[in-house]
């Protein structure tokens, strides 16, 4: 079936530090990919997406590019912030049938970043 | 613009009771969507509105769940007689077509002791 496995947490990091959170899926078809945000006492945001293969996603600083050959989508910031401190989640929509528009969810990675 | 809204954002009940959970999406989206995480599991999807209408309701758990939307607006997930393993947040999110971003409420958590 399709599913989203990213790389358990917690991560901790200092301020500045280069981040990486892997996210690998599995999916018929060609799905859309996103990353979300939870920061602490608030709900999903969309950090970024890619709907297409070697699309790169990018807000914020962070990045994310569509890797079809890897079944990837890896999400990287070159220098942290404190700020930058929530739940982050990768997820695939599927493009057809029934279920387009409903997301599929890895389990969240939280992110601490010390100053 | 108001933004995705949910209530209550924290519900504590007894098994077996009754709980109502209220979503009330940005005005104008026709899609509207439940989706649940369970403590340490991911997000899981549940159902999905278009309007009034059901469009997909493949993730609800089994017929203890009731989600309606009465006249394409807010909707509301009804749980009853609510079991411990539904303890998660719920959150509802909604947009203006199954293409475009989806914006999320702040969820709901529903603790069963």
């Known amino acids: 079936g399709n599913s989203v496995t990213q790389m358990e947490g917690p991560v901790t990091l200092s301020e500045e530090a280069f981040l990486t959170i892997n996210c690998t899926y599995t999916?018929?078809?060609?799905?859309?990919l996103f990353w979300y945000v939870q920061y602490p006492g608030e709900g999903l945001q969309l950090l970024l997406k890619a709907t297409k293969a070697d699309d790169k996603g990018s807000n914020k600083g962070f990045e994310a590019t569509y890797r079809k050959e890897t079944t990837s989508f890896h999400l990287e910031k070159g220098s942290v912030q404190v700020s930058d401190s929530a739940v982050y989640f990768c997820?695939?929509?599927?493009?057809?049938?029934?279920?387009?528009?409903?997301?599929?969810f890895g389990k969240g990675t939280k992110l601490s970043v010390k100053p | 613009e108001a933004g995705v809204t949910q209530f209550p954002s924290h519900s504590v009940i007894e098994k077996g009771q009754t709980v109502t959970l209220r979503c009330d999406p940005i005005?104008?989206?026709?899609?509207l969507y439940w989706y649940r995480r369970v403590m340490g599991k991911e997000i899981k999807f549940l159902l999905h509105?278009?309007?009034?209408?059901?469009?997909?309701e493949s993730g609800m758990p089994n017929n203890r769940f009731l989600a309606e939307r009465t006249g394409g607006t807010y909707s509301t997930l009804k749980v009853q007689p609510a079991e411990l393993e539904d303890s998660g947040v719920y959150f509802c999110?909604?947009?203006?077509?199954?293409?475009?971003?989806?914006?999320f409420g702040q969820g709901t958590r529903l603790t069963v002791v």
């Open positions: 005005s104008g989206h026709d899609n």
């Open positions: 999110a909604s947009s203006q077509s199954p293409r475009t971003e989806a914006f």
């Open positions: 999916a018929t078809g060609y799905p859309s």
């Open positions: 509105f278009v309007k009034e209408s059901k469009q997909d």
């Open positions: 997820a695939l929509s599927l493009n057809y049938g029934g279920s387009q528009g409903n997301l599929i």
